[in-house]
């Protein structure tokens, strides 16, 4: 049976071991120049149409080894829920700038937001399945899943080139949800989707997805967070789940 091409990042080694305790620091390391411009060809567009108004939504996605070695005939992808998801239901959705034969969105998995939190950060991610496989010449990221408090930079894959690396932040109190990254990556409208990636030796792995921003107003200042949701918790259960599936086909 095939399993997700994850690992864990303890203190002091990397684990094939699905969970860490909650004590356990992480250390991210952000990408170096080389790995970074590789790298970023992995995000894609991905263009919505909402079903009852036609508006198209634009976001990001980021696509994944699904079987390291094999060559299957689609591609899964990991993206943002409220990209996929409006009013009136369920976007129809594609990869944009390659022919629908293999870019469309034909299966989607996602999370299931707290129906009195509007702003469910948590339960903001998707994972998909195209209809056909994307070139050969798109790189195809594994992910990462870290437990614990996190310290140093991570990368934020956007285009055009931006290869500073952002900080991971202390989350205010009022988001105490260990399944999110609060973040300095400079982002805007239009990067829900992008992931957020650590290097690990000489391999750059998605840590987690940047899902919006947060404000923060105190005494006279205020100041704008970036959220991100980790490979953690259900999204990562789901995808391990996915995976499997998609490979007993």
């Known amino acids: 049976m095939h399993r997700v091409m994850m690992i864990v990042l303890m203190a002091v080694a990397v684990l094939a071991v699905p969970a860490v305790r909650a004590s356990d620091a992480v250390h991210f390391d952000a990408l170096d120049p080389a790995t970074y411009d590789i790298s970023r060809e992995s995000v894609v567009q991905l263009l919505c149409q909402d079903p009852d108004s036609e508006q198209l939504y634009l976001s990001r996605a980021v696509v994944l080894d699904a079987r390291p070695g094999e060559r299957p005939d689609f591609d899964v992808l990991l993206a943002t829920r409220h990209a996929l998801f409006g009013p009136s239901g369920q976007r129809h959705c594609r990869i944009r700038g390659v022919p629908e034969w293999r870019g469309e969105i034909v ?114 200042e205020r100041e704008e967070l970036g959220i991100a949701r980790r490979l953690s918790g259900d999204f990562l259960t789901a995808l391990s789940r996915y995976l499997d599936e998609q490979a007993s086909q």
Not at 126 to 146: F, H, K, N, Q, Y
């Open 107 to 220: 299966d989607v998995r996602s999370g299931t937001p707290d129906p009195d939190n509007a702003t469910d950060f948590s339960a903001d991610w998707s994972i998909l399945r195209t209809r056909g496989r994307l070139p050969d010449d798109v790189p195809r990221m594994r992910v990462l899943a870290a437990s614990g408090e996190h310290r140093g930079e991570l990368s934020l894959l956007v285009r055009p080139v931006d290869r500073a690396p952002c900080d991971v932040r202390q989350p205010p109190d009022y988001l105490p949800d260990p399944n999110l990254i609060v973040h300095g990556c400079a982002t805007r409208h239009g990067l829900s989707g992008t992931p957020l990636v650590a290097q690990v030796g000489d391999e750059p792995f998605v840590v987690a997805l940047h899902v919006g921003r947060s404000l923060t107003i105190g005494d006279d």
